[in-house]
């Protein structure tokens, strides 16, 4: 049994990024770790907004069934007005308490400045020369509808997935669990839609030669 660690910036990132292969991770016997970094807060967000979000958090890390959900309680949006440091200390504490052998990333090359600040403080934390000692051994970006897609062109790499995961088995359960973020879904037919989520796991799938899947860049992997 292994230990997987995926870092949402926002709740609901985790499930568009990977939710399949985490619940394939789970059907394994691994034990998933949940860290959110940001929540909604007041005034931008009605205090509604912010107890809504807890709910929603409780009730997905039940579903599940994560070993332990982290929430750091950084502001939405906010990101990129705090000292990067003081991220990263926060991310290392995690990090070396789980010490998990896969982490799950945002893209560097999102669209959201909260995702691009994460993954860059992450990877502060995950240094090739740090990761052995920490018991990783590979890092994986994901692809998540409405972020990825569009992020700014001539912008870095952008994303290139080398990594599939068949998803077949999971899906229904991810888009099940991607309903429970209600005010999250977006109407037919934009990105964070039933039918695109479905359609982009499709189209994936259909890249590898299965019925549904999941794209992942490769970051780092220690042998």
């Not at 909604?40 to 332990?68: G, I, N, S, T």
């Not at 870095?156 to 899906?171: A, E, H, N, W």
Request: hydrophobic fraction near 45%; proline fraction near 6%; glycine fraction near 6%.
């Amino acid at each position: 049994m292994g230990s997987v660690l995926v870092i949402a910036p926002h709740p609901d990132d985790e499930t568009l990024g990977c939710g399949g292969t985490l619940l394939n991770h789970s059907d394994r016997g691994d034990a998933l770790h949940w860290t959110i970094v940001t929540r909604v807060w007041e005034p931008l967000y009605p205090r509604e907004a912010a107890d809504r979000q807890a709910h929603q958090v409780k009730a997905v890390a039940a579903a599940y069934q994560f070993a332990k959900t982290d929430w750091l309680d950084f502001r939405t949006a906010d990101l990129d007005a705090l000292p990067l440091n003081t991220i990263i200390c926060r991310l290392r504490e995690v990090i070396e308490a789980v010490r998990p052998e896969i982490v799950y990333l945002p893209s560097p090359d999102d669209a959201h400045s909260d995702h691009r600040v994460v993954f860059q403080a992450a990877m502060a934390v995950l240094k090739t020369f740090y990761m052995r000692d920490l018991g990783i051994r590979r890092i994986l970006a994901c692809e998540i509808p409405s972020e990825t897609d569009a992020g700014i062109p001539g912008i870095g790499d952008r994303f290139v997935p080398q990594i599939y995961c068949d998803i077949s088995k999971t899906l229904e359960r991810k888009l099940a669990i991607m309903q429970l973020f209600e005010s999250e879904m977006h109407p037919e037919p934009l990105p964070r839609s039933v039918s695109a989520i479905r359609a982009l796991a499709r189209s994936r799938g259909a890249t590898i030669g299965t019925e549904y899947a999941e794209a992942f860049m490769l970051v780092r992997e220690l042998g």
